[in-house]
């Protein structure tokens, strides 16, 4: 059995923080995002972009990747954003 892929994204606030989560479809999470549920994260800025994507193979992968981008400074972060450029 083949594991469909998953993600690790940035999603940038209003306020210019990134957040940093995980799913099996980023764009659907992104827009739930943007409604204001999915993540407390977001009831203090609201979600204006989705800024960079990178996929794993399976969930645990893209959990580890998750945890080393969360411990990245901001600087390390915005340089993610800027090798992919989808703002």
Not at 53 to 58: N, R, Y
Not at 71 to 81: F, G, I, M, N, P
Request: aromatic share 10%.
């Amino acid at each position: 059995m083949v594991e469909k892929p998953w993600f690790v994204y940035l999603v940038r606030a209003a306020n210019g923080s990134l957040y940093c989560g995980i799913s099996d479809d980023p764009v659907r999470r992104f827009a739930k995002h943007q409604t204001g549920k999915g993540a407390r994260f977001f009831a203090s800025s609201p979600a204006v972009a989705l800024v960079y994507v990178e996929s794993w193979p399976d969930k645990g992968e893209a959990l580890r990747q998750e945890r080393l981008i969360k411990k990245l400074r901001k600087s390390a972060k915005e340089c993610l954003v800027q090798s992919q450029k989808l703002e």
